[in-house]
């Protein structure tokens, strides 16, 4: 028993050694092709030599950016990112990793926005087809795409968006019990469901992993977006009643305030990550373009 | 007293026309909704100056009411 243990752990360390002296190999080639710029404090790799590189030594795309970054190499999709995404806080969102349930009107954009901005690692939830009336609003939602899962969807959209960033995709509606599992591998939870009937439990179970949810929900031309943290105020009061109760019901879902909305969780998810303080903690964002209302509100 | 009211989604169609309401003083958000008509169990949430301030706080002259039913869509 401890022969084999031993021989496990020599095994493990060989293939530590094996693996830094591949790594080392592969930033060395890297700092060759990498170009400096005098205006930035770093220098740059286009994405395809990176991916190239990559692939020659036998590293995942993923590893492949963070060893860049670390090194003070940005692959040049994310310069205009720059300044208002430091090297540092790019390099956090590249080891970030986010839970991301639903994937109709606000969890379309929300990915289209995560995966150009460079978070690292996406777990990506939704058990439904697209159906004609989602393609007023929905950007997955295609001609293309119509009767074919969401979830599928969006992991064929990230993957040519930005084939740096690591995918799950749950082809499922998630229950209570799918939750604790799931949201140990995360670092931040996305509500971007779409109905209000798991909206509380995605909150409880968020809650009780210790993780911030951001959350959004819309209503014809009315929207709003909030975070909450473990133990925090949250906007649940919005979501009383049966699933059928929500006023989106009766208004439908404008492509207007489904996209601002996805936009204002977006954002925070960025600050979020980056570890820039919060604006919606505690908070409602409301935005109504019937009226042009824009206004943050205490819960 | 005059009270600033903003109703949203299934809501709007209670808002006053030019968005404010004469009220008397010593009114409440409550009062409000009585008096514009506007079915109790389809409010979910006031808010009163941009604080979450519930159906019953005591409203002073120029006060803002935000009025919201249940909303969830995605």
Redesign the interface.
Known sequence: MSSRKTTGLVSSRQSGVADSLKHSLFISELEKIARSHQQFPFSCVSSSSLLRLAISHNITFSRAQYLALKHKILPERYIRNFSSISLAEQTRLAESRILLV?L????GYILEILGRSGVGSFILADGDYFEESNLNRQILGTVDTLEKSKVEAARTRLEIINPFCRCQAIFSFLTRKDLPGLMENVDLVVD??????F?QILLEETSRAGLPLVT?????T?G?ASTVYPGGKNPS?????R?G???????G?MATI?SLIASVQAAEVIKILTEQQSGMAGKVF?A?F??L?F????? | MKIQVSCFATLSKYNPPDGYLEVEDGATPAHILDKLSIPRDEVKIVFVNGQNSGKEVVLKENDRVGIFPAIGGG
Do not use: H, K, P, Y
């Open positions: 639903g109709g009107g606000l969890g971007a469901l779409g109905g209000i009937e909206r959004g929900f819309v209503a014809g009315t709003l009061a919005f979501w009383q009643g699933s109760d929500g006023a989106e019901n009766r208004l879902n489904v409301l109504d019937e009226s209302t206004d943050l509100l205490e819960m």
